[in-house]
């Protein structure tokens, strides 16, 4: 029995279709099915059935899936097990931030490559909130401040932030100095979310409102230098509208507190060395680098 056909079968009965599994695979739409065709044929049951929606699971399908999980677990651990320490194989599948991903972590990936050439990495560079497990990603870079969840969560390095707001808009609308004249003003903002504030030791949350909303942090500096609003942003996206002075830092009696950026994981008793490596390489990056990410850059 072909262990490629066991991964396939398992990321098609997680994925719900021969196309998302192609496409977390690496692979055409005909070599999965023809992978699939060929292992039911060797067990002699059908394990999957064939909707206009997908592909669902038989009653048959759906025990086998459990025990081909398992194996195909195993054998990534055999791997990693007798393969000398720097060799990683096999594919690493990350979600990474759009916002500043291929700035900022894209090289390090790259370097990732660069150390294991047997290793297939596939990033998807997105802002949206990724199910790892429902869409087959074996980790992911985040940064902010972390909701609590199953996931695992490695911290790999600091992120600093600050308000920032336009001369336009500071000379229309004036720039608050507490957090009570900040929810006077237009916020510039991802959706609903809340916002963290420091006065003094003490850490306060304030619920901004604002008219300008986008889910991604490169097109809400755009409209802070337009001048909508303010804008609550990582350094590392404003440094260099803050240096020519098109955007101003403002409140800074009540800095938000440092956010963080993590390699999350799936639950499990231990991560895939693959995952591990790639954590130690970040954190690395980060203290070889931390002017791209902090004050003083």
Not at 255 to 272: C, D, K, L, M, S
Request: charged fraction near 20%; proline fraction near 7%.
């Amino acid at each position: 029995m072909d262990i490629e056909e066991l991964q396939t079968f398992v990321e098609v009965a997680d994925a719900g279709g021969v196309s998302p599994a192609a496409r977390r695979l690496g692979v055409s739409k005909s070599i999965v099915s023809r992978r699939l065709v060929r292992l039911e044929a060797e067990l002699g049951v059908q394990l999957l059935a064939r909707t206009t929606r997908g592909a669902a699971l038989t009653e048959a399908g759906a025990t086998f899936r459990d025990y081909a999980a398992r194996v195909c677990a195993e054998i990534d651990v055999a791997r990693e097990t007798i393969l000398p320490a720097g060799d990683l194989r096999g594919r690493l599948r990350i979600a990474v931030p759009l916002s500043f991903g291929p700035t900022h972590f894209a090289p390090m990936l790259a370097e990732m490559a660069r150390r294991h050439p047997l290793l297939h990495i596939q990033a998807c560079y997105s802002d949206r909130f990724v199910d790892l497990i429902a869409e087959g990603y074996d980790c992911a870079i985040r940064v902010g401040y972390l909701q609590d969840s199953n996931l695992i969560a490695r911290r790999i390095g600091p992120i600093y932030g600050k308000l920032v707001a336009s001369p336009d808009y500071i000379e229309a609308h004036g720039a608050p100095e507490t957090p009570e004249e900040l929810v006077a003003h237009q916020a510039l903002m991802q959706g609903t979310e809340a916002w963290q504030l420091m006065d003094g030791d003490k850490v306060i949350t304030v619920r901004p409102q604002g008219n300008f909303k986008a889910d991604n942090g490169t097109a809400l500096v755009a409209a802070a230098v337009a001048g909508l609003g303010i804008g609550y942003l990582p350094d590392c996206l404003t440094h260099e509208y803050v240096a020519s002075g098109a955007l101003v830092p403002i409140m800074t009696n009540h800095p938000p507190p440092p956010a963080g950026a993590y390699v999350i994981r799936p639950p499990g008793q231990h991560p895939a060395r693959k995952i591990r490596v790639l954590t130690e390489l970040l954190i690395e990056c980060f203290e070889q680098a931390p002017h791209l990410w902090g004050p003083g850059r």
